[in-house]
């Protein structure tokens, strides 16, 4: 400005070092650009004028969920023909936005936690129904228990048939806290609803103090979740989500969805959840270190239940019916109700073992049904097997089941049935179920039916004699020696 003072505004832009152009807009503006505000108008009308604040605004405050494209709708529906899609809809969206932003209701704020250790274990079920796993090609529909310990991350999974259960609670976390060897201070779990519903409130008070009752056990203070806040459990949350993530990957690797048995399905899982816990056990061992002991003993992780067996040769217990040796028809029964599998005593003395059985969705009724303790009663009467109500669950092995078919469809009914309970009597009898089964395969694949009398021939075991072997005896005198501290004649 001063050279502007003697020379014209090109000479004097020059002499400051600046453009002609820069020199004219300093003339009319000497401020800085940073304290000139940008004036920025809109460059088409604001189509909501009219209706944003008498309209929209109103019914935002009085229901704060409402979504554009409602407000939309309901724009076009009042007035016709005056707001199109695609001149106002973007328009709306960021007017609600901000709207929201600036004058909209209080949102929830998550509060992140540091995780001391050996404080707190977590506890949740998650639903692996979409892992698509099959247990000998029928679809497995089923849960994943999950024990976390949220600061080292170190997990405990089981597989759970029979739903959210206590019995299900109980089992699976004392065999975590006996595989872990410790106890953490707490444990916290979601509300547990499945577990009280559609119970009476008698019921919902025993789950309850049995409950407390199991935390007593192992001296863990017990917290839950609000019910329907899935956050406030957030890190086992995370970790479910993880885990079939990890599980998805491991099937695609292996190549195959399908499980010849439910054994094999928790041997997989537990390889899975080994791997990942490895790299967590420099964490494990510090958390460790904060735990308490566990106490001398396991307490009850059943559900107890008394039975009549009845004379069909078993008892029903929800809706399932479990066969049993015969002699204790007429009898009553204490039944142990585990997560998978089923104990059943008379008194103090247990008399049989079965895996256990959920009714599903359509109510039909199971059964399971071990084909020894009633192969007795059906060789005394074969044709029994023809409409069996549950023959299909007699079949010990898939190759029985399909002798059966074969059989049936190409003998008379009461040949049939007299063929297939040999089979199963000899398969009893002999101890040769996998044997047989091998042996009946091999019948069926080279279009013969299975005949016991010719199957029996080739199971006899060989005449030869065994091989002599020579066993050299101690003489029982040095063991009188021993105990009369003679060692000389022991030797």
Partial sequence: MRERQHHNQRVAAARAGMSERTGRRLEKDPRKPSERAPVRGRTIPDPLADVWESDLVPMLERDPGLRPITLLHYLQRTYPDSFPDDQVRRTLERRVRDWRALRGPRRDVIFRQNQEPGRQALSDFTDA???????????????????????????????????????????NLQDALWTLDKVPGELRTDSLSAAYKNLSREQQADLTERYAGLCRHYGLRASRNNPGEAHENGAVEAHNGHLKDALEQALILRGSRDFPDLVSYQRFVDEVVARRNAARRDDLAVELRHMQSLPRQRTTDFTEAVVSVLSTGGFWLRNVFYSVPSQLIGH????????????????????????????????????????????????????????????DQLFPRGEYRRAWQALSAALPQKDACKRMVGLLAMAHEECCEAELAGLIAAD??????????????????????????????????????LLTGNREVAR
């Fill in 129 to 171: 129904g979409k892992l698509g796993v099959t247990i000998a090609g029928e679809p497995l529909k089923h849960l994943l228990y999950n024990f976390v310990l949220p600061f080292s991350g170190w997990q405990f999974v089981r597989v759970v048939l029979g739903g959210e259960s206590f019995t299900a609670l109980s089992e």
């Fill in 444 to 481: 069926l694949e080279a279009g013969r039916l299975p005949e016991p009398a010719t199957l029996r021939r080739r199971l006899r075991p060989s005449t030869a004699m065994p091989a002599d072997v020579p066993v050299d005896l101690t003489d029982p005198r040095k063991f009188d020696a």
């Fill in 332 to 391: 009553r029964l204490r039944v142990h109700v585990y997560d998978a599998r089923i104990e059943a005593y008379l008194g103090s003395t247990h008399v049989v073992t079965h895996p256990r059985r959920c009714v599903g969705d359509d109510g039909e009724r199971k059964h399971v049904v071990d084909y020894r303790h009633v192969v007795h009663a059906l060789k005394r009467k074969p044709q029994a097997l023809a409409g069996l109500t549950y023959r």
